[in-house]
């Protein structure tokens, strides 16, 4: 969430760090690259203070989708406190609760 007030207790007692949420099909019209992308950026430039989760599932006949399952992995394996993602082979059940999650 969005405005003012206090939020979140965490160790510092400030507001929790921002969370980004991709739901949704790994395929190029949905444009996931575009974040993966932005991921190591955005964790350096906030020092850690960000989160960003990547849920859905891909073609593994797609080389797009295996681009970004690729990515995905390198991702977990450089920021893992930061950045999660579910298993692009599967399907994700847990949308709603992610939705929730991230308002």
């Known amino acids: ?3 003012g007030g206090g939020g979140g207790g965490g160790a510092g007692g400030g ?3 921002p ?3 991709f739901l949704g099909r790994l395929a190029p019209q949905k444009g996931v690259h575009l974040l993966l992308d932005c ?3 955005l964790v350096r430039a906030t020092a850690g203070r960000v989160h960003v ?3 859905g599932c891909a073609d593994p006949a797609s080389p797009y989708a ?3 399952a690729a990515q995905m992995a390198q991702l977990r394996a450089s920021f893992p406190a930061n950045f999660w993602a579910s298993d692009p082979s599967s ?3 847990l949308g709603a609760f992610v939705s929730a999650a991230a308002d």
């Open 91 to 93: 399907y994700f059940e």
């Open 19 to 21: 969370m980004f949420v």
């Open 1 to 3: 969430g969005g405005g």
């Open 66 to 68: 295996r681009r970004c």
């Open 39 to 41: 991921v190591g950026p």
């Open 53 to 55: 989760l990547v849920c």
């Open 15 to 17: 507001e929790d760090p």
